[in-house]
Nanobody, 119 residues
Framework: QVQVVESGGGLVQAGGSLRLSCVAS????????MGWYRQAPGKQRELVAA???????NYADSVKGRFTISRDNAKNTVYLQMNSLKAEDTAVYYC?????????????WGQGTRVTVSS
């Protein structure tokens, strides 16, 4: 099993920055990718950014050029640097880890951290 815990959310003015952190524990050697998702009130959860074990990244179009996902393997931590924040970035942000186990792939989720951007 894998556990992930997010931190770093908060209230920020539009145009400001925040950095989210996600620490993984447990069977971290099995993780093939980690990512950040978000869910705004009344909307579905959506992918924000992801990074694979090999270091490949992908981003939602809405955050390209503003958000950067990175990782520190020594700390088992993935970060999401969010710059030029907009009111529409307001959401609960969830860390996700994907771990193949046998013939199955499991998704592990954190409890979420709230980001509120005031306009």
């Amino acid at each position: 099993q894998v556990q992930v815990v997010e931190s770093g959310g908060g209230l920020v003015q539009a145009g400001g920055s925040l950095r989210l952190s996600c620490v993984a524990s447990g069977r971290i050697f099995s993780i093939e990718a980690m990512g950040w998702y978000r869910q705004a009130p009344g909307k579905q959860r959506e992918l924000v950014a992801a990074i694979t074990r090999g270091g490949s990244t992908n981003y939602a179009d809405s955050v390209k050029g503003r958000f950067t996902i990175s990782r520190d393997n020594a700390k088992n931590t993935v970060y999401l640097q969010m710059n030029s924040l907009k009111a529409e970035d307001t959401a609960v942000y969830y860390c996700n880890a994907v771990s193949p186990e046998g013939r199955y792939r499991y998704d592990y989720w954190g409890q979420g951290t709230r980001v509120t951007v005031s306009s």
